[in-house]
């Protein structure tokens, strides 16, 4: 059986067979449907801060950031080591490993200085991952909840934003990029219960936010597997359930959200052990919205 998330393109009809009695807009699974204490994070076999995703989850990153994937490949493509660009520079023998793995960021200026060893002098190119560097910099519109949200969470965010594949299996809960207002005032109710409302509440606002990426022009694709028990788990009440599941099959107005359900009787699978989420990211060329299938 193959697993819930695969690297490669899923088939046109996913793993298993539907449950014998899913609520029937979920039967159907792979339609196209028109984070939240990480155990694990992994990038490029690094290990940066956790995002908060849900009890048991894992993310892993497929791939840097458009900046750094670009850099990457232009040290590879000269066959240039890490050992050898930093010993030329003058830097720190970590401070390029921890760039390309995303550990830490990389100014406008070191980028010039990248982009000068590899002897890169097409003016647009270089002005693009300059410019590139330089909006990294910008605070998002996350950072102002300092005191409401840990720094994995913002993290996580910033990593959101700038993907433009997202790929999720979540093991028991509707993941926080698709929950209602209700389903999510639940969740972060019983997750956080001696918070006061007046924080539970701005953490809701903050969950919401984040799904107006989904409707941005260049939004990510996203592609989530829910367990069956993802959506039996009833969450708040049978009516915040309800409306929920409604809110999962409605038809959207873009194309780029894919919901499939791995039931029951699919038996045992890899992700049995929890919930993980990869995102992808594209190279400079790439950028722009995209409606082919994960």
């Known amino acids: 059986m193959p697993t819930p998330v695969p ?3 899923p088939p046109d009809r996913p793993a298993g067979a539907p449950g014998g009695r899913l609520p029937p807009a979920l039967r159907a699974t792979g339609r196209h449907a028109s984070k939240e204490v990480g155990d694990s994070y992994v990038v490029q076999g690094s290990t940066p801060p956790q995002p908060s995703q849900g009890p048991g989850t894992r993310c892993a990153i497929t791939g840097p950031g458009p900046l750094v994937s670009e850099l990457r490949r232009i040290r590879t493509d000269l066959q240039m080591s890490i050992t050898e660009v930093v010993g030329r520079l003058g830097w720190p023998g970590s401070k390029l490993s921890r760039i390309e793995n ?14 000068d060893l590899y002897g890169v002098d097409d003016p647009q190119q270089v002005r693009e991952l300059v410019e590139m560097a330089r909006r990294s910099k910008e605070r998002g519109w996350w950072e102002s909840y300092t005191t409401t949200l840990p720094t994995e969470t913002r993290t996580m965010i910033g990593i959101e934003t700038e993907a433009s594949l997202i790929r999720a299996y979540s093991q028991a809960l509707i993941p926080g990029l698709l929950q209602t207002p209700d389903y999510a005032h639940a969740v972060i109710r019983a997750a956080c219960p001696t918070d006061s409302q007046e ?3 701005e953490r809701v606002e903050i969950r919401l936010a984040r799904q107006a990426l989904l409707e941005e022009k260049e939004a990510p694709r996203l592609w ?3 367990s069956e028990s993802a959506i039996r788990h009833v969450v708040g009440s049978n009516a915040i359930m309800a409306t929920q599941l409604r809110s999962l099959t409605k038809e959207r107005s873009r194309g780029n959200v894919e919901l499939q359900v ?3 009787s699919a038996g045992e699978h890899p992700a049995m052990v929890g919930s993980f989420w990869l995102y992808g ?8 919205p995209s409606t082919s299938r994960p």
Request: charged share 15%; aromatic share 6%.
């Open 199 to 201: 924080i539970v509440n």
């Open 7 to 9: 690297p490669a393109p």
């Open 102 to 115: 995303r550990q830490i960021g990389i100014s406008a200026a070191d980028v010039r200085k990248l982009l």
């Open 281 to 288: 990211f594209p190279a400079p060329n790439e950028l722009g």
């Open 262 to 264: 791995l039931p029951f």
């Open 224 to 226: 989530v597997v829910l």
